[in-house]
């Protein structure tokens, strides 16, 4: 009678009402070694009953964990995995699971990446799809799984999803290629990424949100883990192996014009995550990134509008190739100077200072300088050396700084016409700047000594008197910069 009985309880588990009086009566430790069963039709109804049982009860699900549910689940992934029923199973069991940190860790001793990998081959419905991804996602968080998915071919079968739906212009093939590129960027990803990279460009793509029918949407309770920084390269060169970046770029062609925002910030983020290792830089230019997505310029989305620039700015950071042609393109050198002077949304222009200063910053090309001057950018560089956020203000000035040593004569008279020296001294006269920015200002003010008229204005503004007071400043490094700057200014 047992498999009967199985059957009984799965069906009265499917009422809320009923769910408590099934804790209550033990149920669940009893239905637990039913799961060992190989009788299909009693794993069948034990594993819907514990499902049903346990969906909404975090305890009950950490204890399922703790008796060593996983390995059953897998097992009958392993064993079934023809079984349509017993895989619906314990796919939406390890759903309901995977956010948990013991189940991550239990599965990452089992081989169920390859088990997901042979569930997403054969998947036939956007269903099945969307449930596997979801399991993927949440997996993907975990540094052991996420090398695990990896070796077991999920940006293979990824690349395969992307390339069978390219082109589909069905609203439920969008759905499941925003989650192939979002779950493509979880596995390029570092499970920990430097706060600059996210500052002002967006945030980790979001999980694909999965609607069963037999059941109610689940919050998911976030957790806090500890992080640690991970090597991706080997990832990132996967992905280019595989033609994963043209798949992207004709995805964004294509929702470009189809104007479905979603996918295109899917992809860009895809894209951003393959540009930041510095090894993967010129392959993506060589790949034509660079040009490609500038047909996001004439975006008006500001979601999109910021996952473009962040990938830019990503492409060329300690990248000078990327920096030069970056910063010689007329058309996207206009649109970033446009949106500089534009003051909503801020994020937005924020953004848009912070890549002008990156390509000067990475860029030792003399014709860049003349192009960002030429475009009348240098202004908005000087405005944003006043920024709210340290972190733009010195970005502001390394760039300001280098741009001078490289051609200080074409930078002259837009330095005077924004008053670039007068905001230096702000800046150092300001007890509550930060002793980065003020070491900084003073390296760009010694750069600007090498021209007269600058010189003249500095010796006119009596900064020599800010900087004897620094040099009595608490910051070591800040009193250095100050008597540095005091000899070039006294020409020693």
């Known amino acids: 009678c047992a498999v009967k009985a199985a059957h009984v309880l799965s069906e009265i588990a499917k009422s809320e009402e009923m769910m408590k009086p099934c804790i209550e009566a033990d149920l669940v430790p009893t239905l637990i070694p039913l799961l060992e069963s190989t009788d299909q039709e009693m794993l069948l109804h034990a594993g819907r009953a514990i499902g049903r049982i346990c969906y909404d009860s975090r305890s009950l699900q950490e204890e399922l964990v703790k008796v060593g549910v ?63 991804f979801e399991v993927l996602q949440a997996l993907a968080e975990n540094d052991a799984l996420k090398v695990q998915l990896v070796d077991a071919g999920v940006p293979e079968v990824l690349s395969e999803i992307l390339l069978r739906l390219h082109g589909s212009s069905q609203a439920e093939d969008a759905c499941i290629v925003k989650a192939a590129s979002d779950l493509i960027v979880s596995l390029l990803l570092g499970v920990a990424i430097s706060v600059s990279f996210f500052y002002l ?116 950071d300690g990248q000078a190739d990327a920096a030069e042609i970056l910063g010689q393109d007329p058309l996207l050198l206009n649109r970033l100077v446009q949106w500089c002077s534009e003051s909503e949304p801020s994020g937005i222009c924020g953004e848009a200072n912070r890549l002008l200063a990156s390509i000067l910053h990475h860029n030792r090309s003399q014709e860049v300088v003349k192009a960002i001057q030429a475009a009348q950018g240098v202004k908005h560089l000087v405005s944003m050396t006043t920024s709210e956020h340290a972190a733009m203000q010195n970005e502001a000035l390394k760039a300001l700084a280098i741009a001078s040593a490289i051609d200080l004569e074409t930078l002259e008279e837009s330095f005077k016409e924004s008053q670039l020296v007068q905001s230096l001294h702000q800046l150092l006269r300001d007890d509550n700047t930060s002793p980065e920015v003020k070491y900084n200002s003073m390296g760009l003010l010694c750069r600007l000594l090498n021209s007269g008229d600058l010189r003249q204005e500095i010796e006119e503004d009596k900064i020599k008197d800010t900087l004897e007071r620094l040099c009595s400043h608490s910051n070591a490094n800040v009193v250095k910069e100050a008597m540095t700057t005091l000899q070039v200014l006294r020409g020693e």
Do not use: W
């Open 70 to 132: 996983i390995p059953s689940l897998v097992r009958i992934l392993t064993d079934y995995a023809e079984t349509e029923p017993l895989v619906h199973v314990a796919l939406l069991a390890l759903y309901n699971l995977a956010d948990l940190d013991s189940a991550k860790e239990a599965l990452s001793m089992t081989k169920v990446a390859e088990q997901l990998v042979k569930q997403l081959r054969r998947a036939e419905s956007h269903e099945r799809l969307e449930i596997v």
């Open 201 to 316: 460009t967006g945030t980790h793509p979001q999980t694909f949100t999965i609607k069963q029918k037999t059941q109610k949407n689940r919050q998911k309770t976030p957790q806090t883990r500890q992080t640690k920084k991970i090597p991706q390269n080997g990832n990132c060169l996967r992905m280019f192996q595989l033609g994963v970046v043209h798949q992207l770029l004709d995805l964004l062609e294509k929702h470009v014009r189809s104007g479905d925002t979603s996918v295109q910030q899917a992809a860009l983020s895809a894209l951003q995550s393959l540009a930041v290792p510095v090894v993967s830089k010129v392959p993506l230019l060589e790949e034509g990134v660079a040009e490609r997505i500038e047909a996001l310029l004439r975006s008006q989305s500001p979601p999109v509008q910021s996952k473009l620039l962040g990938t830019l700015r990503t492409l060329a």
